[in-house]
């Protein structure tokens, strides 16, 4: 640990929102982590924190600044880098893919997750829509972002070789630092819990779990079909998250493949009692076709749970030993699979042991002393850039 800590300022825009999904997964946990690694954060807001948040951080070792009201253009590209000149800041770091300024007096980081906006969907957006007003504005945002950040995270290999690929980003400026799961979903669940779960969502005895969106990238009807092919007319499908609009959809689904009475759609669900719910079904099932990285695979293995995920994207990156992979070519793999984990237990007990070794490759404690090595990397280079230059004018 460095005898005087990195101020880093955190572009914390997003933490006024109390939830915990997502990119603000990620940012929580590292402002959390960093400072056992000579980093102090500096929270810069337009808002105040939510309290869950700060709940969640060292006490005294972090600092957070509130912007008076202000429209958010004059925020980020004004108030953010006066507040890095006036409280002496050696960094400015954005966790969420964009959202810093278009010079600072300091050098800044971007934490760009994914390329699933230009690369799937913008693969399925009509030309007329790219060139909406809102559509315009938000690329110039990720743009400015990516072009003027001194140094880019993403959080796998797959994700780092597409935004090579084809945000046109120089390999070189990239680093990889892997996500992780909460340390509770490490925690061993009662069987008290268990039980109060399961009552509080009416589960059966015997199911496979699904939790995240059900829009169209994450694959849900190739999931519904594997079920229906596999056969197995003891064991239920449980998909949490989603949202209701697609609901009708599903469920017209599973009726014409004749598994209406085994799909359970619970929706979203306390963060709370997704350990219990991983850790009492037979696997979780992945079937997205693209992820920046798919946390819920690290979920998953942190309680134990067989997981299968699909052969595509990030996701067999992440899961390596710790799971199998499915081709998204047809569905006959995955039924297999489900089949197989549905009546061997041995091989259920084999695929326990693999989820559990693998999840203990990923902590968030590995990520941020990943990170503050970043900035220290980045400081150096940028002091011997100035360094260098200073010569060249002398």
């Not at 799961?181 to 669940?189: K, R, T």
């Not at 569905?331 to 695929?351: F, G, H, K, P, S």
Request: net charge positive.
């Amino acid at each position: 640990m460095m005898s005087t800590p990195l101020r880093v300022g955190f572009n914390a825009r997003l933490l006024s929102n109390p939830s915990l999904r997502g990119w603000n997964r990620y940012t929580v946990n590292l402002i959390a982590h960093l400072p056992q690694f000579g980093v102090r954060p500096v929270l810069l807001a337009p808002q105040p924190i939510h309290p869950s948040h700060l709940e969640r951080f060292p006490l005294d070792s972090y600092e957070v600044h509130v912007a008076p009201p202000m429209r958010n253009l004059k925020w980020e590209q004004l108030w953010l880098p006066q507040q890095c000149r006036a409280l002496r800041l050696d960094l400015l770091h954005s966790t969420f893919n964009f959202g810093l300024p278009w010079s600072a007096p300091c050098p800044m980081l971007l934490t760009l997750h994914d390329t699933i906006d230009p690369v799937y969907y913008g693969r399925q957006t009509a030309w007329y829509d790219r060139v909406r007003l809102q559509n315009l504005i938000s690329t110039a945002y990720h743009w400015a972002a990516r072009t003027r950040a001194d140094r880019i995270i993403t959080v796998t290999k797959h994700a780092k070789s597409d935004i090579v690929k084809y945000l046109r980003v120089p390999a070189r400026r990239i680093d990889v630092t892997y996500e992780a799961a909460d340390p509770h979903f490490h925690e061993p669940v009662s069987t008290d819990t268990r039980h109060a779960v399961r009552e509080r969502y009416s589960l059966p005895t015997r199911y496979l779990f699904y939790v995240g969106g059900w829009e169209k990238r994450k694959n849900i009807p190739f999931l519904l079909s594997a079920f229906a092919e596999a056969a197995c007319p003891d064991l239920h499908l449980v998909l949490a998250g989603g949202n209701d609009g697609r609901r009708a959809e599903l469920m017209a689904m599973a009726t014409a493949l004749g598994i209406a009475d085994r799909l359970r759609l619970i929706g979203w669900v306390d963060e709370a009692d997704l350990p219990a719910l991983y850790a009492e079904s037979l696997a979780f099932v992945y079937p997205s076709e693209y992820e920046g990285f798919g946390l819920q695979l690290c979920e998953a293995m942190a309680c134990g749970c067989p997981v299968l995920a699909a052969r595509a994207s990030c996701l067999p990156e992440v899961l390596g030993n710790g799971g199998e992979t499915f081709t998204l070519k047809s569905t006959a793999e995955l039924a297999t699979l489900l089949q197989r984990i549905a009546t061997d237990e041995n091989y259920r007990r084999t695929q326990i042991e693999r989820a559990t070794t693998r999840s203990k490759d990923f902590s968030w404690q590995s990520c941020a002393k990943a990170t503050a090595g970043i900035y220290l990397r980045l400081l150096k280079y940028t002091s011997d850039i100035g360094s260098a230059a200073s010569q060249i004018r002398a």
